[in-house]
C-alpha cells in the first residue's frame, strides 16, 4: 500500500540533486511511500496520488536518526560510578567490568527485555537504525548469546569481545586476545556483521595497538568489517591502525594527532564522535570542527552504554555537537543520519530518496535546526506508517 506523507514545512533528504546543500532540503515537501520504500519525494504541489495520505501539518521530516554506536544488550546500571566521577573519580574502563558482572547474571528474557525497551525508547526519540556491540559477556558463550539478542532487533551487530580483559584473565592479556581471535570469534562471527576492539593503551582495562591489529586481522579473516574505539581518553595508535586497515569507523576520536587527522581524512574511515560520554566523563569534547576542516566524515552516535553514556537520545547528541564539538546544525544533523549511514557503510538509510527506507522522523517544529536550538525537549519521533 502507498501512501503520501505531506504537508512537510521542510524536508531534509541528504540528497544535493534533490534540493539545495548537502541536507538536499525541500521546502512544502511531500513523500510517497511504498513497500517500506521511498517512492517519491518532490514539492506537495507536484505530489502524485497514493493509496493513503498523512498530513504532518507543516512539521519538518529528516531522515530516521542512525545510531551507529550503540552497547545496548547489559543488566543492571553504573548511577554510582557516574556519581563518583562528578566527585573527581576519573573514567579508566574498569567499570565494564561490573556491568560484565550483571549481564552474565541475567537470563534472555530479562536482557532481552531491556535491550527492546531501550530501542522503544530511541525509536520514540527518532532513531531508526541502530548498530548493536557485545562486549559485556567476555566468554565464548556469553558474546554468542548478546549477538543472538542483538541480531533479533538489528542488521547491524558488532562482536566486541576485546572490550576489556575479563577478570579470570587478569594479568593474562596474551592469552584472552588468543581466545577473541579464536574460539570466541568462531562462535560469534556467524552472528556478527562487524568486529571491534578497544584500542586503550592508556587504559589497564584495555587493549594496545598490537593486540588491536590481531584482534582486526583476525575478525576480517572472518569476513567482519572492521571498527574501532580509537583514542577515547589519550591519543593512540587505534584511528591510524583503522585506517591502515580500511574499517569503516572510528569512534570517539576525542584524542587526535596531526597525524590521525591528515590520515582519517586521506582514508575511507569516518570519524564517529559520541559527545554524551565527554558529558559523562567530563574529558575534553573531541573537536569535529578540527575534522570537518580537514575533510574527513564524521559521524554522531549516543554510544548508549551504562558506563560512559547512558543516553539513547540522538537529538541530545545532535545539540552538544552544536554547542561543544564546533558543528554547525546543518553539519550535526547530517553526521546523525547520512554520516552515520556512511559509518555503517550503508546507502539505504540516512537519505530521504527514491529507492531509501521509508524511515521518517518528523519533528515537532518547522525546521531541523530545532534539533539544537531546543535542547532537552521531546521534538523527534519515527513515523509509523502502513507497509
Ligand atoms: N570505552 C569503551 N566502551 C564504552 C564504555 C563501556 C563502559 O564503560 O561500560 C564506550 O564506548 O565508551
Ligand atoms: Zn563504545
Redesign the pocket.
Known sequence: MSTLVTGIGELVTNDPALGPGPLGIVEDAAVVVDGGRVAWVGTAARAPAADARLDVAGRAVVPGFVDSHT?LVFAGDRAAEFTARAAGVPYD?G??LD?VRATRAAGDSALRARLRARLAEMRAQGTTTVEIKSGYGLTTAEEARALRLAGEVTEETTFLGA?AVPPEFAGRTHEYVDLVTGAMLTACAPHARWIDV?CEPASPHAFDGDAARAVMAAGARAGLGLRV?AG?LAPGPGALLAVELGAASAD?CTYLTDADVAALAEGETVATL?PG?EFSTRHPYPDARRLLDAGVTVALAT?C?????YTSSMPFCVALGVRELRMTPAEAVWAATAGGARALRRDDVGRLGPGARADLTVLDAPSFVHLAYRPGVPLARALDLPE
Open positions: 552497547h574502563g567499570g565494564i556491568t572490550h578497544f574505539h577515547q570517539h559520541l560520554v554510544d552504554n551504562p558506563g560512559t553514556s
